[in-house]
């Protein structure tokens, strides 16, 4: 059974960078069907997309936040990771990772999620 | 970006009767390839979001045949056949056509 796990501080200073990581076990992070993602939902809101990588490095960001985000991803490690820079109170929400099929060379249907991580930015 | 627009945003029913949750958006969802990536998660309570329903129709592996998905272009539907106690949570509606993916606002489910 696919199961990916988010780790990484849960406190970040304002104007600092959020930084997490995401293992994933029971498959390889390498598939060339599947792209792996990051959401997240502010407490008590929604969800946004942040953004996907492919296991060669291809990515994909939501432009509302291409300025401040990085994905990366090492295969060797089955891992892959987000980086948020100049965090404000805004960036506070519970942050998920989150596998994706694909579809027509891009991530489509987010099928496999992990169980989230409470990020909060405060001073 | 394409906008997601549920309805209603919060849904009383009782145990055994049906529901049914309403998603449209702002454009067409029908992509070039010919699939429509419109999806629907299931969130319960302080729980991640969880993949019932994928282009439009399809039930995810191990969704009870009680959910149900319809519809094409821009107007989309989920349906519960007969609620029961463990369906009570939040559900959105997500698009995967046109980049970026989005979500809608959710949904709640509760029990009268």
């Known amino acids: 059974q696919l199961q990916l796990q988010e780790s990484g501080p849960g406190l970040v200073k304002p104007s600092e960078t959020l930084s997490l990581t995401c293992t994933v076990s029971g498959g390889s992070i390498s598939s060339s069907s599947y792209y792996w993602g990051w959401i997240r939902q502010p407490p008590g809101k929604g969800l946004e997309w942040i953004g996907s990588?492919?296991?060669?490095?291809?990515?994909y960001y939501n432009p509302s936040l291409k300025s401040r985000v990085t994905i990366s991803v090492d295969t060797s490690k089955n891992q892959f990771s987000l980086k948020l820079s100049s965090v404000t109170a805004a960036d506070t929400a519970v942050y998920y990772c989150a596998r994706q099929v694909g579809g027509s060379y891009r991530p489509r249907e987010l099928d496999y999620w992990g169980q989230g991580t409470l990020v909060t930015v405060s001073s | 970006d394409i906008v997601m627009t549920q309805t209603p945003l919060s849904s009383p029913v009782t145990l055994g009767q049906p529901a049914s949750i309403s998603c449209r958006s702002s454009q067409s969802l029908v992509h070039s390839d010919g699939n429509t990536y419109l999806s629907w998660l299931q969130q319960r309570p302080g729980q991640p979001p969880r993949l019932l329903i994928y282009k439009i129709s399809n039930r995810f592996s191990g969704v009870p045949d009680r959910f149900s998905g319809s519809g094409a272009g821009t107007d989309f539907t989920l349906k519960i056949s007969r609620v029961e106690a463990e369906d009570v949570g939040v559900y959105y509606c997500t698009q995967a056509t046109q980049f970026p993916w989005t979500f809608g606002q959710g949904t709640k489910v509760e029990i009268k």
């Open positions: 990588i492919y296991y060669s490095g291809s990515t």
